[in-house]
């Protein structure tokens, strides 16, 4: 049975459990619809102006880091950075057309993508945040475990699509 493990004897917790049903779940065979290019080229140019002035701040922060803790100022900075620099170059891609073997990301960069939204509610418990917040805070929590199920069955789809292009091209 997929629910449970043959050698300890125990059942699974249910979060993997839901995980092993997701990935059983048969791939649906309809395409993904277009986004027309116009909004495409206006999303790109829009949230590049938006990137850029995020990385100019961040430049900003590693030019004139904190006088009390420089050091975990540069390492925030460097990674909020590093994070500008990966939109940008979505950015690019959405401006000029380019797909990503199906897509704006690969299924790899969507799997990633959907563990950091599984991390998001994991962190939360750590840091208080459910007490503070309340019935907000278990909406967002299940509203991200959503979204990391989404971009995994979105990955799933587009290697799933990837294969049979690859079958039908033979």
């Known amino acids: 049975m997929r629910g449970t493990s043959a050698t300890a004897g125990t059942a699974r917790p249910v979060l993997w459990c839901m995980l ?4 059983e779940l048969p791939i649906s065979e309809t395409s993904e619809k ?14 590049g102006l938006l990137t850029l002035l995020c990385g100019f701040s961040m430049v900003t922060l590693l030019l004139a880091p904190n006088k ?7 390492v925030v900075g460097l990674v909020l950075l590093l994070g500008c620099v990966w939109v940008l170059e979505k950015c690019f891609r959405l401006l000029t057309g380019r797909k990503n073997r199906g897509g704006l990301m690969s299924p790899n960069t969507l ?3 959907s563990f950091f939204f599984l991390a998001l509610p994991v962190a939360g418990l750590f ?8 019935p907000v805070a278990i909406f967002q929590a299940v509203m991200y475990f959503f979204c990391f199920l989404g971009l995994r069955a ?3 789809k587009r290697e ?8 039908n091209k033979e």
């Open 127 to 134: 840091t208080g945040y459910f007490r503070e917040m309340g």
């Open 20 to 23: 092993g049903i997701m990935d």
């Open 160 to 167: 799933a699509n990837e294969v049979s292009n690859k079958q």
């Open 34 to 47: 277009k986004v027309p290019r116009w909004i495409q080229v206006l999303a790109g140019f829009l949230l």
């Open 154 to 156: 979105l990955a799933r």
């Open 111 to 113: 799997r990633v993508l």
């Open 68 to 74: 009390e803790s420089p050091t975990l100022t540069i």
